[in-house]
């Protein structure tokens, strides 16, 4: 039998994809709720005004559709060594990745009304006259004195910047863990097969 031919083989992708949402979207959907799930146990989505994380479930939906071709290309016995190092190098980014995220919510977001919010960088003129007679005080007080209405005390684009700065993060995070777990499984599913046998 001949090789696969390019044309062959973009006929394939294409038929792929197209089939991929119809036929498996079921089977996605529940993967995506499982890894979501166990993301959100460590990971808290950014205290922004859009739903980040609504959209990782998209992104990962469509991660994993884009995944399986990877997955069906490489999966047999002896490509266990690769996957090894897909996920060696996954789970070594997901907490490099885990550990930024942690220390930019720290100190990027503060607590108002039972929830984080978004703290900027750059005052406002009131903001800056406020902190300036008030240089003792702490963010939070601060946030609460102005009753939580940021954009008084930092500039919108300083807001914006740090919130989508968290929002991109938050969403590598949870595309590094897609990853990560996804090449686990498919390390141990290689390593459960037979050794291919030598050619003579």
Known sequence: MGSTSPHEERGWLKDYFGRAFRENWNLLSLVTGLIVTAIGRFLDPPPADTNFG?????LVILFLAIGVYFLHQWRRA????LWLVV?????????A???VYFSLESSWTVPYSGHRVVIGSSYTQT???????????ALEDVVMHFAGDTERIWTRESLNT?????????LLCGMLST??????????YCR?????????
């Open 179 to 188: 990853t990560a777990m996804a090449a686990a499984v498919q390390l141990v």
């Open 54 to 58: 609504a959209f990782l479930k998209f």
């Open 97 to 99: 990745s885990v550990m």
């Open 78 to 81: 002896s490509d266990a060594t």
């Open 162 to 170: 740090r919130r989508t700065s968290l929002g991109m993060l938050y």
């Open 127 to 137: 903001g800056q006259a406020f902190v300036s007679k008030h240089p003792d005080m």
């Open 87 to 95: 996920t060696l190098v996954s789970w070594v980014a997901v907490f």
């Open 192 to 200: 459960s097969l037979s050794p291919e046998p030598r050619g003579g």
